[in-house]
Nanobody
Framework: QVHLVESGGGTVQAGGSLRLSCVAS????????MGWFRQAPGKEREFVST???????YYADSVKGRFTISRDNAKNAVYLQMNSLEPDDTAVYYC??????????????????WGQGTQVTVSS
């Protein structure tokens, strides 16, 4: 069983930055695709970014150019650097691990393991 713990959320003003971290325990971290999803109040959970085992990265159009995903297999960790934050980025951010096929990379169904989430609030 893979256990994921997110950290780094908080409250920041628009234009600011935050760096989210997710540390995994159990499983073989280096073989997993690691993703970030988010869920705003009253909205469905949506894809943000993902990084495959080979470090290929994918981003939602809404965060492309502002967010950067990275991983450190030696630390069993994945990071999400978020710059130029906007109020619409306010959400609970979830870390996920799995082995999705390419067509499922951006869907929740592609990921088997989930963290508890960390709140990000961007004030205007």
């Amino acid at each position: 069983q893979v256990h994921l713990v997110e950290s780094g959320g908080g409250t920041v003003q628009a234009g600011g930055s935050l760096r989210l971290s997710c540390v995994a325990s159990g499983g073989t971290f280096s073989s997993y695709t690691m993703g970030w999803f988010r869920q705003a109040p009253g909205k469905e959970r949506e894809f943000v970014s993902t990084i495959r085992y080979n470090s290929y990265t994918y981003y939602a159009d809404s965060v492309k150019g502002r967010f950067t995903i990275s991983r450190d297999n030696a630390k069993n960790a994945v990071y999400l650097q978020m710059n130029s934050l906007e109020p619409d980025d306010t959400a609970v951010y979830y870390c996920a691990a799995g082995s999705p096929i390419l067509s499922s990379m951006r869907t929740q169904n592609g990921y088997r393991h989930w963290g508890q989430g960390t709140q990000v609030t961007v004030s205007s």
